[in-house]
């Protein structure tokens, strides 16, 4: 199994620095005044709105803001440990990972780890239920969908039917098991070909047609069971059963906070089942033909490959990623995505300054690199309201 935990410790270690870095450098500063604080590049310019902290508290939060980068980096370093190198790991590869369990590394990894629990015990959760209580609103702003989707992640046996964060969907109030058949990716407002939409990820097919009159994303548009589900922490969570307070802009960063800190409690039990000098990698081989599919997490939510082997090569490979899922445009039936459904109905308060768009777009953390973005020179946009189709 050293292979396997070794995979889970680094795997969490990514997800503690993401939920770090989400928190306090992407969502926290939509909150904060920090004029006088961070009077410099890249935080200046910067909007500044009536309902921003002041005072202590923006201080408070500044300061807790330079702590975690400090923190972030022991993440990367400890997930480094067993991976060679973070954020990019050099050593896991088909059957396990390629490094060595030794009782240096063991102590060096909760050396860390210890430093990281406290941090998210002591600071990360207080600050994010004050967040919460300072901004009760958003308790009510930036549903969603509200149907929740998480492959489950953190496998706690060999054969991976258990798992510290269960595979799982809330569709239309009821939870239900996943069918990775009911899963369809569409494109009709898709810069691809129409032959590229109405498939399941294992048929799929991505070919561009940059100049798809209507269409107006590089993200095709997946659905489970025709319908647009949220992933990410507060699916995961709520899938799991540990947090169902409700779906909204501050439940993603509070399910977020407590996410953190059950991965951290577990990762140090984890440690406590390595085996020093035990074998950390089966030998597997390719084969001349067939067919897979990988259904995991990564920090922003649901992550699924599906792969197709002919003549010991891969033939087909399709990747349906977490902001696909939640920055999906509309569907060939108009149901727009997640991140759309969540932004209808947001009350802007000064159209100069959209800070409450940036508040729902933020607690979803879309990653930009997970489409392709095509910008005009010399053209500004103005217009950003969203509205359910007619």
């Not at 590049?41 to 408070?60: E, K």
Request: aromatic share 8%.
């Amino acid at each position: 199994d050293n292979g396997r935990i070794m995979r889970n410790l680094t795997l969490g270690a990514n997800f503690l620095q993401s939920h770090i870095l989400h928190f306090y450098h992407l969502a926290l500063p939509d909150y904060i005044n920090t004029t006088g604080l961070l009077d410099m590049s890249p935080w200046m310019p910067h909007y500044v709105c009536t309902d921003m902290l002041t005072g202590t508290r923006a201080q408070q939060y500044v300061n807790h803001y330079v702590q975690a980068f400090e923190m972030r980096r022991k993440a990367h370093q400890m997930g480094a440990v067993f991976a060679g190198r973070m954020p990019t790991t050099a050593s896991f590869t088909v059957g396990g990972c390629t490094d060595t369990v030794t009782k240096d590394k063991i102590t060096s990894f909760r050396t860390l780890l210890t430093e990281l629990r406290s941090f998210i015990s002591s600071v990360l959760i207080p600050d994010t239920d004050q967040l919460a209580t300072l901004f009760p609103a958003y308790y009510s702003i930036g549903k969603g969908s509200g149907n929740l989707l998480a492959f489950g992640v953190f496998d706690l046996n060999s054969t991976g039917s258990s798992k510290l964060l269960k595979r799982g969907r809330y569709t239309d109030n009821l939870d239900g098991a996943i069918d990775t058949n009911q899963i369809k990716e569409y494109v009709r407002y898709s810069w691809y070909t129409p032959q590229s939409g109405d498939l399941t990820p294992v048929n799929g097919s991505t070919t561009p047609d940059a100049g798809k009159a209507g269409a107006y994303s590089w993200l095709k548009a997946p659905r489970y069971q025709g319908k647009p589900h949220e992933v990410g922490p507060l699916a995961r969570m709520w899938v799991n059963r540990d947090y169902r307070r409700g779906v909204s802009v501050m439940d993603r960063l509070m399910a977020r906070a407590l996410e953190a800190k059950k991965i951290a409690d577990a990762m140090d039990g984890w440690l406590n089942l390595l085996v020093i000098g035990g074998a950390t990698l089966k030998s597997a081989s390719v084969p001349a033909s067939g067919s897979g599919v990988g259904l995991t997490e990564a920090p922003r939510g649901a992550l699924g490959h599906w792969m197709q082997i002919s003549s010991s090569k891969v033939s087909r490979y399709q990747i349906v990623t977490p902001t696909a899922w939640n920055a999906s445009p509309r569907d060939d039936f108009g149901q727009p995505g997640p991140i759309e459904q969540a932004l209808s109905g947001v009350t802007v308060e000064d159209n100069a300054q959209p800070i409450e768009v940036m508040r729902v777009v933020h607690s979803f953390d879309p990653c930009l690199a997970c489409a392709v973005h095509m910008v005009t020179t010399g053209e500004k946009a103005s217009r950003f309201a969203v509205s359910l189709p007619s």
